[in-house]
């Protein structure tokens, strides 16, 4: 990769991350009210990254093969229960993908 090339690639993600930045400040720049589609976007889109990473997840497993999708559903029980227990998606996402790892690492190879 050449020098230009590596500066053109530095730039576009430059102005791609500074564009969502100040996207939202320039589509609302009066902070009175927020628009009742954000708000309600804002309430439903946290249970649809649920729903998606729930899909991808599983999405390659074979409850018909190999050890039946154990590592896959105690690392999911392990999510929920976090969840559950604490009420914190990143602690839960993260518990989870701990999980799964040593589970495929170390118990089922």
Do not use: D
């Amino acid at each position: 990769m050449s020098t230009v090339e590596l500066l053109a690639m530095i730039a576009a993600g430059a102005v791609a991350t500074q564009l969502t930045r100040w996207l939202p400040f320039l589509a609302f720049p009066t902070p009175e009210k927020t628009p009742k589609t954000v708000t309600y976007l804002g309430t439903v889109l946290p249970a649809c990254m649920w729903g998606l990473l729930i899909v991808y997840c599983f999405r390659t497993s074979a409850p018909l093969a190999g050890y039946h999708m154990a590592p896959e559903l105690i690392a999911a029980g392990v999510v929920v229960g976090l969840h559950v227990w604490k009420r914190n998606m990143s602690l839960s996402m993260i518990g989870g993908t701990i999980v799964y790892m040593l589970l495929i690492r170390t118990v089922f190879p």
